[in-house]
């Protein structure tokens, strides 16, 4: 079992820049793919990013493509998501999330097991 605190959040305005940390519990962090979702009031839980164990695959949702950049740390047991250009849009509830099995796409919330409580982000325009 792992636990995720997340970190990071706070209000910026638009066209600002923020990181994003997960911090992992446990010895096992590299077993896990890792993802980032959010949640804005009113929406459902949306997919951001997402890496698989080693950190050599990402993915994006189209969305946050070429803004946001995922990365992970084995040895800190950290996963990041530096988010710049950012919109009023992008206004929300961001949570990590991991998982151990091998899915063919980390893009759907089912495929991950464990999650964070989250951290908010808010983006004044």
């Known amino acids: 079992q792992v636990q995720l605190v997340e970190s990071g959040g706070g209000l910026v305005q638009a066209g600002d820049s923020l990181s994003l940390s997960c911090a992992a519990s446990g010895n096992t962090f590299s077993s896990y793919f890792m993802g980032w979702f959010r949640q804005a009031p009113g929406k459902e839980r949306e997919f951001v990013a997402a890496?698989?164990?080693?950190?050599?695959?990402?993915y994006y949702a189209d969305s946050v493509k070429g803004r946001f950049t995922i990365s992970r740390n084995n040895a800190k047991r950290t996963v990041y998501l530096q988010m710049n250009s950012l919109k009023a849009e992008d206004t929300a509830g961001y949570y990590c999330a991991a998982g151990s099995s091998w899915p063919t796409s980390l893009r759907g919330p089912s495929v991950y097991e464990y999650w964070g409580q989250g951290t908010q982000v808010t983006v004044s325009s």
């Open positions: 890496v698989r164990r080693t950190g050599s695959i990402t």
